[in-house]
């Protein structure tokens, strides 16, 4: 009865009352009672009556000792000290615990720490390695186990507490098919995408008008010189913000277009793999709408009309009558023929195509325009505006 070990100032009874079934385990050996249970469904061997327990297994500083069964606990006990933690093993029988106790004392010795590994750490850290093993030979990649352990800790406190898992399915539907593409070379490829919009096809008028479409691509062009080398993919809301800031001295209203221009073209990479999906670019404080202000309007005075009719070119001059007295639009006015003129009388028919709103519509002539246009009455056909004339 005197050899019963003492394992520390906490206890837990394995058996019955009798002093040889106490026996204490530590917080830090919560293994052992897995293995104590899985001993617990074989036989195991009486205690070696030719051995006095405790058993004191030394090498150098270190130390371990196996105590025999004890009470209804018939299994052999190596308990030693590992990274100043209280450790402790089970086993069946004497000549496996007397073996075990021996290299654990070397490995502690030595300043190994495979020593504190439970059992159940110990199957871990094996599959672990197992894995990694795999994981190289398909990827020819080689990762240590803390260097994984690490990779995983830090990717999973980027991600705010979601899945790594989530997050990689994410990154598949988005970040990982997006092709890498120059800015510059990127705004060239939409421009020519668009180029058929503003060309006109078996005589109808072309959706976009040759101004607008110069207008666009120059801004484009301009977007993608203020950031030479870069990739659509690096573009960052900081690009944005420098862009428009670049263009501080125009109105609000041609930085505004220059926005809505910016907008088509991201929008375009996005749906073309150039940009993620979900990029977010728009959120720049660069791109928001800026508020713009009315401006004050002015008008041609009667009078001033006439002195500046009176002293056109005589080609230019049913050009300047219907746009001060008519009311059409610059655009309208250069598709406008003089059979559209004529055609109805009293009325300048501006046909669908060459409207800006593209819709059919009937303009008055009133008697001060009937008598501008009067002596250009003998022209039948050919352009109203003569886009040759200088002024």
């Not at 050899?3 to 100032?9: C, E, N, V, Y």
């Not at 672990?128 to 994981?135: D, M, N, S, V």
């Not at 098919?177 to 180029?195: D, H, L, M, P, W």
């Amino acid at each position: 009865m005197a050899d019963t070990p003492d394992l520390g100032s906490g206890s837990a009874r394995i058996g019955g009352s009798s002093p040889l079934a106490r026996t204490t385990f530590t917080k830090e050996n919560d293994d052992c009672v897995g293995i104590c249970t899985h001993f617990a469904h074989n036989s195991a061997r009486p205690a070696d009556r030719r051995v006095k327990f405790p058993v004191t297994i030394r090498h150098r500083s270190s130390k371990a000792k196996i105590y025999r069964p004890a009470g209804n606990f018939r299994y052999y006990r190596v308990a030693y000290s590992a990274a100043g933690k209280r450790q402790m093993r089970t086993f069946p029988d004497y000549s496996a615990a007397k073996a075990a106790a021996e290299r654990l004392v070397r490995e502690v010795s030595g300043g190994s720490q495979a020593a504190t590994l439970s059992a159940a750490q110990s199957r871990d850290a094996i599959a672990a390695f197992e894995r990694l093993q795999g994981f190289f030979q398909a990827t020819g990649r080689r990762v240590s186990l803390l260097g994984a352990v690490s990779e995983f800790a830090e990717a999973c406190g980027k991600i705010g507490g979601r899945a790594l898992g989530e997050a990689v399915d994410g990154y598949l539907r988005t970040v990982v098919n997006v092709k890498r593409k120059g800015v510059s070379e990127a705004v060239e490829e939409f421009i020519e995408s668009r180029k058929h919009r503003s060309e006109s096809k078996k005589g109808k008028r072309a959706e976009l008008s040759a101004s607008y479409a110069s207008h666009f691509n120059s801004w484009l062009r301009n977007f993608a010189s203020t950031f030479p080398g870069t990739e659509v993919f690096d573009l960052t809301k900081e690009h944005l913000n420098i862009y428009i800031k670049s263009h501080a001295e125009v109105s609000a209203k041609n930085r505004n277009d220059r926005r809505g221009t910016v907008k088509m073209f991201l929008t375009w990479a996005a749906r073309n793999d150039y940009l993620p999906v979900g990029h977010r670019l728009f959120e720049a404080d660069g791109m928001v709408q800026e508020e713009v202000e009315a401006s004050k309007s002015d008008f041609y005075r009667p009078d001033e009309l006439k002195k500046l009719l009176e002293n056109s070119p005589t080609e230019l001059r049913p050009a300047l009558a219907i746009a001060g007295l008519a009311g059409l639009r610059g655009e309208e006015i250069m598709r406008l023929d003089w059979a559209d003129v004529w055609r109805y009388k009293g009325y300048i028919e501006i046909l669908a195509e060459k409207s800006k709103t593209r819709q059919q519509r009937l303009v008055q002539i009133c008697p001060a325009l009937a008598a501008w246009l009067e002596p250009s009455r003998k022209l039948k056909e050919g352009k109203v505006f003569q886009s040759g004339v200088h002024v």
